[in-house]
């Protein structure tokens, strides 16, 4: 498993594929050590002596989090350790044995004196032979009963998630921090959720296609047309020259990975309930027969740009290393149908821009950076005028990597009439839904990717965390519904977005007004649209 491919091209018969379990079977999540590692591979440098000494420490911190399966891990290390340390005992008292027999063939004549022979020395050569070649056999087989505990308990220990910040609020209620910009009125003479929703604003203005999208690719996919596809590019350029301006270097990373580096950063192909995550490349059988690694489409630029640096050690000079790139980003767990998943809100694929920072692993320096992406990301979302809430998300909500993980929100008319009909099932979030998300990571995905650093001479693992800085389809929908004006038919361009839109202020059927049969039409259309 050590030739990776040379080239892309020469890998066109690849096809993408979801690795769906078969129909009635429950299908167990994934976990790191399932991700196959070629030698290639960085190799992880886990803390399992940590995870021995503090075994109650880490069994809460998966019982908090979700990750039942995991909790007994740290048991069974211990068990596991206990076995090695077993073993290893056994072995030293074989190998004396050994070494004393093979001293006695070496030489007999200078081992003669020696008390520690005395027992053998009566023997004969046959016999001393025969004995040595018994021993030579029981050590082979404690150093392989050896090699398989350490192995499997590297296995239980990279399935952990990262122990929790104190900063993270215990169980499933997030905690609000702030918000960002005003409460927007909410007209009560426009309260449809069919008219506030992006959904039939975007159908009616021409700017979406999610019949042709679902011709041509499936439910979950979309086109942007016209305006959108220029207010996507503006979005684009404005976080870009945001984060740049806080000294963000911005890269062009690759959207495919191997599977392994997807996994070492917290992403498993399937999530705790089984649901599939990650876009798996399917590979031809003689592929496979020649170990080249499996690949997967990015979820997010975090996994390329933590790849970056993988195998390496980075000077604590340069520390931190802020970086902020722009990427298609895949999903394959799009969610069921339903109000909170129509339209643009939850899609397979979608533009992100992504800030992710190596820090030095110490916390009071890590927070800082941590605050700036914070920062940045109130900035931005300050700027397009959105209504936001910024909440400190609880244990519950936290993937493997994260050690404290705060979320924006934005407010959408839509959702909110949602729940206002009283659907309760529909929108549990009264009209909020997700914009940004930022994770610290502490030494999580640098000890699983062989990051290193030297401090004081010592060497250790830098600290990652990362930031949306903005994805495009939410940002959009929220745009939409909130900068929409019913009676003009058209939607307001934020004053930053203006100059990538060649300086319009609004975008629209401007001067045109729109008779009831339009509006009634156009609303069914984008209903059978989804």
């Known amino acids: ?46 803390d399992i002596k940590h995870m021995r000494q503090n075994p109650e420490l880490y069994e809460l911190t998966c019982l908090e989090r979700n990750y039942k399966g995991q909790a007994k891990n740290p048991a069974k290390i211990l068990e596991l350790h206990s076995k090695w340390q077993h073993l290893q005992k056994q072995g030293r008292s074989l190998r004396e044995r050994s070494n004393l027999l093979r001293k006695l063939l070496a030489n007999p004549a200078t081992s003669s004196g020696d008390d520690e022979l005395q ?50 609020p215990r169980g499933e209620e997030a905690v609000r921090l702030s918000y960002i910009n005003e409460a927007p ?20 203005l021409g700017l979406f296609d999610f019949s042709g999208a679902a011709t041509t690719s499936g439910w ?134 992504e800030m992710f920072a190596w820090t030095a692993p110490d916390e009071t320096l890590a927070e800082d950076t941590y605050e700036e992406v914070l920062d940045i990301q109130t900035e931005i979302l300050q700027s397009l ?31 909110q009439q949602n729940n206002k009909n009283g659907d309760k099932n529909k929108n549990k979030n009264n009209g909020w839904g997700e914009l940004t998300s930022a994770s610290m990571c502490s030494d999580y995905q640098t000890r699983r990717l062989s990051t290193r650093t030297r401090v004081d001479g010592k060497i250790t693992f830098p600290w990652t965390l990362n930031g949306t800085a903005l994805a495009v389809p939410r940002v959009i929908a929220a745009l939409l519904e909130n900068g929409w004006d019913e009676e003009t038919g058209t939607v307001a361009i934020p004053e930053v977005l203006q100059p990538w839109m060649d300086g319009k202020e609004r975008i629209g059927r401007i001067g045109r007004p729109r008779s009831a049969r339009e509006v009634t039409f156009q609303g069914k259309d984008a209903s059978e649209q989804i």
């Open 1 to 46: 498993m050590n030739r990776p491919p040379t080239c892309l091209h020469c890998h066109l018969r690849l096809r993408l594929r979801v690795l769906k379990p078969r129909r009635g079977l429950a299908t167990p999540a994934r976990t790191f050590a399932d991700s196959r590692r070629p030698s290639i591979a960085p190799k992880p440098i886990i």
């Open 119 to 168: 027992d053998v020395r009566e023997m004969s050569r046959d016999q001393v032979q025969s004995e040595a070649r018994d021993l030579k056999g029981q050590l082979s087989s404690i150093e392989r009963g050896e090699a398989e505990a350490v192995a499997e308990m590297e296995a239980l220990a990279l399935e952990m998630p990262n122990l929790t910040s104190e900063n993270t």
């Open 185 to 204: 009125p909410f007209d009560e003479a426009h309260d449809s959720p069919s008219w506030r929703s992006h959904v039939h604003i975007g159908s009616e």
């Open 220 to 353: 979950g996919w979309y086109y942007l047309l016209g305006e959108a596809a220029q207010l996507e590019q503006a979005l684009i350029q404005y976080a870009l020259s945001v984060a740049t301006k806080h000294g963000w270097t911005q890269v062009s990373p690759p959207t495919m990975v191997y599977s392994h580096i997807g996994a070492a950063c917290g992403f498993q192909p399937r999530d705790q309930h089984g649901e599939q995550q990650v876009y798996t490349v399917a590979q031809s059988q003689s592929d496979a027969q020649r170990g080249v690694p499996e690949m997967c489409l990015a979820g997010t630029s975090e996994i390329s740009l933590a790849g970056m640096k993988a195998n390496t050690t980075i000077d604590v000079e340069d520390l931190p290393l802020k970086r902020v790139a722009v990427s298609r980003c895949y999903r394959a767990e799009a969610g069921a149908r339903g109000a909170d998943t129509k339209g643009l809100y939850r899609v397979h694929e979608f533009t992100k821009v």
């Open 385 to 415: 005028g959105l209504y936001c809430r910024v909440l400190e998300m609880p244990t519950a909500d936290l993937g493997a990597s994260a050690t404290r993980k705060v979320d924006i929100e934005a407010w959408f008319p839509s959702r």
